[in-house]
């Protein structure tokens, strides 16, 4: 520290430390081959011209040798309710390990990868990087673009799978759709008390002397 004063105990100073926003993000980069990304709970606007953010990341991550080599970064913000997501980038991964496998995603403008359940993502170039006397490094990036998932809220009840407007969005169908009758099969319906199950009415004959 460059003072004596003592730091004050977290937890005597939490009541006021939760009124600066806070979230769960998805912090992600990609250098040649290797992927790597973690959940951080630190964001904020730090300029208006040009926009920067920086990321609070905790110390010892495998994505900070990512970020450094590719000098690019997303911050993923993620729905409120998507614990998997959460639960996955929370895992301590070692260090060469690829967390993104099996996870349907896309690719920011910059490259680092994006799990297609995300609110969005914000492009950054690394402009900074300070190693500061804590538990977490701060780094401070340039945007070079953004992309927000319009229908993320959306897909959390269909199913969908929300990509950029330029591909193509698949419906997975759940309990709560109807699937659409296929043309020319007849529709399903309850049958009557004492029903033998043929639909087509029967013309009975006349009765004889008529």
Sequence with gaps: MQTDWIPADRNSVLHVLDL???GRFLLSSAHGETRAGVIVRF???CAVSPPMIFVALEKGQPLSPVIRDSRIFAVCPLH???RSTVSLFERKHDHG???FLGVPMLRSVGGAPVPMKAMGYIDCELIRHMDIDS????YVG?????????RAYEGRE???????ESASCSVLPNDSQKRKP???ATRPEAKPPHSTGKHSRRIRPAPRGT
């Design 158 to 164: 269909t199913g969908c799978c929300c990509v950029p």
């Design 43 to 45: 964001v904020q606007q």
């Design 20 to 22: 600066v926003p806070a």
């Design 182 to 184: 296929v043309r020319g």
């Design 97 to 99: 390990s690829d967390p």
């Design 135 to 138: 538990d977490h490094e701060v």
């Design 80 to 82: 409120p309710d998507d």
């Design 142 to 150: 340039m945007v070079h673009g953004a992309w927000k998932n319009p």
